[in-house]
């Protein structure tokens, strides 16, 4: 089992800064090298991949985002950090962390998903 507690976000206005945090646990973390990453949900939008990171560290980011947001990961503290600049938005949603896998640089997500944390940009 795992279990993703996300933390952070809230109003921010546009051009403003934000920093989400991912705290994981389980079992599997001690036997899985597990990549993990953040989704967001925008109003009436589809859930999508915005951001992704491999327990050694490489990252690959939506187009939308690149430039602006940046992951990173603790793994003694099996947590993650989505460190995200010059909000705009269109950056508004509900934001998940959820953990996987890579396979040829596509990112797989395992059935784990946090409760989310809102993220709203005023314009």
């Known amino acids: 089992q795992v279990q993703l507690v996300e933390s952070g976000g809230g109003l921010v206005q546009a051009g403003g800064s934000s920093r989400l945090s991912c705290a994981a646990s389980?079992?599997?973390?001690?036997?899985?090298?597990?990549?993990m990453a953040w989704f967001r949900q925008g109003p009436g939008k589809q859930r999508e991949l915005v951001a992704s990171?491999?327990?050694?560290?490489?990252?690959n980011f939506t187009d939308s985002v690149k430039g602006r947001f940046t992951i990173s990961r603790d793994n003694a503290k099996n947590t993650m950090y989505l460190q995200m600049n010059s909000l705009k938005p269109e950056d508004t949603g509900v934001y998940y962390c959820?953990?996987?896998?890579?396979?040829?640089?596509?990112?797989?997500?395992?059935?784990?998903w946090g409760q989310g944390t809102q993220v709203t940009v005023s314009s």
């Open positions: 389980g079992t599997i973390f001690s036997i899985n090298p597990l990549a």
């Open positions: 990171i491999t327990s050694g560290g490489s990252t």
């Open positions: 959820n953990v996987g896998y890579l396979v040829s640089g596509t990112y797989y997500s395992h059935n784990y």
